[in-house]
């Protein structure tokens, strides 16, 4: 009778090791070397499946090359800097290509007619899934694409309405005042000009704006948060410029210390400041900054339906959306301010077409809603950084079981990168002077700059385009023509010329100007 309890349990226990070891086997081998033999099959090209590593290695070395260099301030083109291997895949594969993540195959798509089916059927084509390193970034700094994605999108979609955020114009320029004092201060003590680094005040000046329009009078503690979040950012993009082990980040490490310390503040101090905004709310007050738009929308659809919970947020879902605030809107805007200035110290002529506008539109007067939709120049300056210089380099998707894609029929776990930059460099596309800065050929608007193709999207597209667009150029508009009409600028010889994508393309070795005071 032993004998037979022991051979049963023998057996259960080697079925379940040998179905373990094929379930691994297969994530590692079987799986990743069917998936390239149907990409193949559907004309895709791309270096063969190496076991558990892909491509990372090769990855890795393009992405340190680039880094240590400076590219050539003549030269616009930055996809071999900003995105090497990307680069490196293209000459050597074309276009249309995959690429090993580990045992994930990825796909980069750059036909038009396919990245627009891609961005709109948001149902098929999700955010990939994360690894333990991505998801710990993400809960740090707030998720922007949940399983219960269209209930924030409807809830936040008030909070981001112009009519709410023409009132947030008068925050906006106080923190723009307060970041042009401090270079007039550096610049008067230096006989009218001298060398600033301005990508930390840009930084600080997107970061203040967020916590002024987000929070109102609860400014000083967005502040605090504001610090804390950048803190977590720069910890654990450091984490995840180390060798990752499998399990280390429950290990009581110091820097995981250091990640759930701050992690557990930012959520008491936003909690705190919801906990009080709700109650200002429920008086009919505070809803004049983000916060309070999206409690008060949260608080109608609660009465409205009965408090359901596929229709309203919680506490903590408010939270993390009070953290992406910070994550999306001071990173996007603060790339988009500093590359523009880049591009406008090389382009003298298009800098003082824009001065001569910020200064006939509002002379000496603080701006107005009304006068930043009269800024033509600087809009087209705008969109053409944006082109030349997106904030995040490519967008990505993946399909979780088997899907269409135009004639193509791909497997579940996929991925896609639309690389948003290497389409809004395309000669084919834009024509010869593609990489050459001109802001005329958005002079009659995006649809007719792209011939209606939809080869624009630095802020995605679609569905899920991304919410905060309007507030990141209404900011854009006022900090470009706040500056424009107190300081001229011009490229330090100390600048050196090295964009590097982390999360969006920031300056490697910062951002030294010249500054004149007007």
Partial sequence: MEATVSSVVGSIALVTLLTCAWKVVNWVWWRPKQIEKCLREQGFKGNPYKLLYGDTKEMISTIRAAKSKAMDQSSDDIIP?????????????????????GPTPRVT???????????????????????????????????????????????????????????????????????????????????GSCEVDVWPYLENLTGDVISRTAFGSNYEEGQRIFKLQKEQFNTIMQLMQSIYIPGSRFLPTKTNTKIKTIYEEVRSLMRNIIINKKKRTMKGDGDNDLLGILLKTNLKASQEQGNKKNITLTTDEVIEECKLFYFAGQETTSALLVWTMYLLSKHQKWQAL????????????????????????????????????PPAAHILRAIH??????????????????????????????????????????????????????????????????????????????????????????????????????????????????????
Avoid at 121 to 132: D, I, R, S
Avoid at 463 to 468: A, E, L, N, S, V
């Fill in 401 to 518: 079981k088997p899907t269409r894609l135009g004639e193509l029929v791909l497997p579940a776990g996929v991925e896609f990168t639309l690389p948003v930059m290497a389409i809004q460099h395309d000669p084919e596309i834009w024509g010869e002077d593609a990489l050459e800065f001109k802001p005329e050929r958005f002079s009659e608007g995006i649809t007719k700059a792209t011939k209606g193709q939809g080869t624009f999207f630095p802020f995605s597209g679609g569905p899920r385009i991304c919410i905060g667009q309007n507030f990141a150029m209404l900011e854009s508009k006022i900090a470009l023509a706040t500056i424009l009409r107190h300081f001229k600028f011009q490229l330090s010889p100390s600048y050196v010329h090295s964009p590097f994508n982390v999360v969006t393309i920031q300056p490697q070795h910062g951002a030294q100007f010249i500054l004149q005071k007007i």
């Fill in 109 to 191: 798509i750059t036909d038009p007619k396919l990245i627009k089916e891609i961005l709109h059927n948001y149902e098929a084509f999700q955010k990939p899934a994360m690894n333990p390193l991505g998801k710990l970034l993400v809960r740090g700094l707030g998720s922007c694409e949940c399983e219960e994605w269209v209930k924030h999108r409807n809830l936040l979609n008030p909070a981001f309405h112009l009519e709410k955020l023409k009132h947030m114009v008068p925050a906006m320029y106080s923190s723009c005042s307060e970041m042009i004092s401090k270079w007039e201060v550096l610049v008067s003590s230096t006989k």
């Fill in 81 to 101: 800097h900003v995105l090497p291997f990307h680069h490196y895949c293209v000459q050597l594969h074309g276009k249309n290509y995959f690429q090993w993540i």
């Fill in 354 to 389: 824009a001065r001569e506008e910020a200064l006939a539109v509002f002379g000496d007067n603080k701006p107005t809603y009304e006068g930043l939709n009269q800024l033509k120049t600087i809009t087209m300056i705008l969109y053409e950084v944006l082109r030349l210089y």
